[in-house]
């Protein structure tokens, strides 16, 4: 069946270091969404991307989608103690059911 | 994120014991989804509704069963038929036209 696989599972930085986690799906997407979860919380909606090759940008977070619309990206710049989560990728393919990678859980260290 | 409630946010029960979850929603949203997750862990869909009166199972639906008879309503039944039923229960809803989910703030079950 359709899979999301995302890495690295685990990033550790330091405050102020880039981080970068990555998603691709096994088949081609119609669209890309990103989510991030607090400790101890709920995924929140951070983005969607639709168009092949498309960049977006959230203040220090930088999104893209690949060409093939089978691959995604999250940057952020220059981390900061508040980005501290984890970072969900979730692919669709059209229909109702999104799938969900693993997530990036991401440790910042002041 | 708002507007999606569930309920309650700890919940305690005994092994062999059917327990429902609540969530509702008052986004005028069609689909919702009912996700599980395990700690570290990312999200398993268990089952979805697209519309009131039908549901899909998901990848894990063994073990739970759901109803969809209102718009707003997707209660979730862990059954004592599911083997490890700890877990964090995540419930969304799906805006039609942007297809993001925005989830409400789930419940933790803990099976002793």
């Known amino acids: 069946g359709q899979q999301v696989m995302q890495i690295p599972q685990y990033q550790h930085v330091q405050e102020g270091e880039d981080f970068t986690t990555y998603c691709n799906s096994s088949t081609t997407l119609s669209n890309i969404q990103w989510y991030k979860q607090r400790p101890g919380g709920h995924p929140v909606f951070l983005i969607q991307?639709?168009?092949?090759?498309e960049v977006k940008k959230q203040k220090r977070l930088t999104f893209q989608f690949g060409e093939a619309k089978k691959n995604s990206s999250l940057h952020i710049t220059a981390t900061q103690t508040t980005d501290v989560g984890t970072y969900f990728c979730a692919g669709n393919t059209g229909g109702f059911k999104t799938i969900f990678g693993a997530g990036t859980r991401l440790f910042v260290k002041a | 994120d708002g507007g999606i409630t569930q309920s309650p946010k700890y919940l305690f029960r005994k092994e062999g014991q059917n327990v429902t979850l609540s969530c509702e929603q008052n986004?005028?949203?069609?689909?919702m989804y009912w996700y599980r997750q395990d700690p570290g862990q990312g999200l398993r869909l268990i089952y979805y509704?697209?519309?009131?009166?039908?549901?899909q199972k998901g990848d894990i639906a063994e073990g739970y069963s759901v109803s969809r008879e209102k718009k707003e309503s997707f209660p979730l039944t862990v059954t004592s038929a599911q083997k490890n039923p700890t877990a964090f229960y995540l419930c969304?809803?799906?805006?039609?036209?942007?297809?993001?989910?925005?989830f409400g703030p789930g419940t933790r079950l803990t099976v002793l």
């Open positions: 986004l005028n949203h069609d689909a």
């Open positions: 969304a809803s799906r805006n039609r036209e942007l297809g993001t989910q925005y």
């Open positions: 991307l639709v168009k092949s090759g």
């Open positions: 509704s697209q519309i009131v009166n039908d549901f």
